[in-house]
Nanobody, 124 residues
Framework: QAQLVESGGGLVQAGGSLRLSCVASGRTFANYAMGWFRQAPGKDREFVAA????????DYRDSVKGRFSISRDNTKNTVYLRMDSLRPEDTAVYYC?????????????????WGQGTQVTVSS
């Protein structure tokens, strides 16, 4: 079972940037798609972005397109989420997740390993 550890969250003003990192244990990291999800207080967890096993394909929820960028470095077992032009509505706990498959997935049920989450707070 892969273990995932996120870092990089924090408090930032609206319009600012953050880069989240997620380091995965295990030798099969490169075989699977990876995703980022978020959960705001009182709301359901929602899909943010995903990247295919080799990094050649990505997918984003509409509200973050053009502002967020997902990438991965399979030599470091790490996936990143670069977040620019942050808005107060981006405030949430952000979770990294490993997919059961190599291709892009949006449904949380398609992910079988999750990190502990990292808090992102955007002030207005």
């Amino acid at each position: 079972q892969a273990q995932l550890v996120e870092s990089g969250g924090g408090l930032v003003q609206a319009g600012g940037s953050l880069r989240l990192s997620c380091v995965a244990s295990g030798r099969t990291f490169a075989n699977y798609a990876m995703g980022w999800f978020r959960q705001a207080p009182g709301k359901d967890r929602e899909f943010v972005a995903a990247i295919s096993w080799g990094g050649g394909s990505t997918d984003y929820r509409d509200s973050v397109k053009g502002r967020f960028s997902i990438s991965r470095d399979n030599t470091k077992n790490t996936v990143y989420l670069r977040m620019d032009s942050l808005r107060p509505e981006d405030t949430a706990v952000y979770y990294c997740a490993k997919s059961r498959r190599s291709v892009l997935q949006r449904a949380s049920s398609e992910y079988d390993a999750w990190g502990q989450g990292t808090q992102v707070t955007v002030s207005s």
